[in-house]
């Protein structure tokens, strides 16, 4: 079985088209989405109408969480005072231009989706499996990964937030960084996601980088009176939040 799960599209419909014809021709069984199909980026309701249309299962993101409910902010953390209102007013133009009926889509969303593939039993979820803004980042220490394996006990655990692409394997369980649909890394502007192969008995992970007009975006967005850098700017540590090299042993 070949599934993909892709993430972080945040209004990027150049992007989001690209990866769709790009899961087409792959042959993917099927699609998930773990979240964040709106903010950042210029087309809200052009990337919510497709996802709606094509019936893609998708959890909610921090960013569909907080444009569905009217919040002032969006939980996410920025390197910069510049960046954080950029993200701001990217946030109050999403919730101004979206339709009623895709903010009450981005409200229903489930914070977590369990899934059977073929056997084997996978969460799909944001940030975590407690909160949609919590960043599981690459180099979290495998007890924190291990505790949330033996919290849930799933084979398969598919998450976005961090922008990362990473495939960890701790003890029985594998944990998935699907990449981001619409932001891209510093000199790579295209769209990734992940592709999880189900064998017996064996789970495989692939990741997919697409190419799409990347310029078109920038003209939207520049349009739209909204910073060119929110598809740009990775996500960032919460402030508040030591990194794991500060943490006492």
Known sequence: MRVAV???????????????DDIARIGADTIYCVGDVVGRGPH??????LI?????????????EAVGMDREQTGAAWPSLEQEAAGEASMRWTAAELTDENKAWLRQLPTTMRVDLAGRSALLFHGSPLRENEYLWSERPSRVLARIASDEADDLFCFGHTHEAFHRVVGQAHFVACGSVGCG??????ARYAVVYIG????????????????????D????GLSIELLRVPPTAHPHVPSEAQRPA
């Open 6 to 20: 892709i993430a972080d599209i945040h209004a990027n419909l150049p992007a989001l088209q690209a990866v769709i």
């Open 221 to 224: 967005l520049t349009a739209a």
């Open 185 to 190: 890394t510093e000199g790579d502007a295209r």
């Open 44 to 49: 809200p309701n052009e990337t919510a109408d």
């Open 52 to 64: 709606r249309r094509l019936e893609i299962p998708t959890v909610q993101g921090n960013w569909d």
């Open 200 to 219: 017996d008995p064996d789970i495989a992970i692939g990741f997919r980088s697409v190419d799409y007009d990347h310029l078109a975006v920038v003209r």
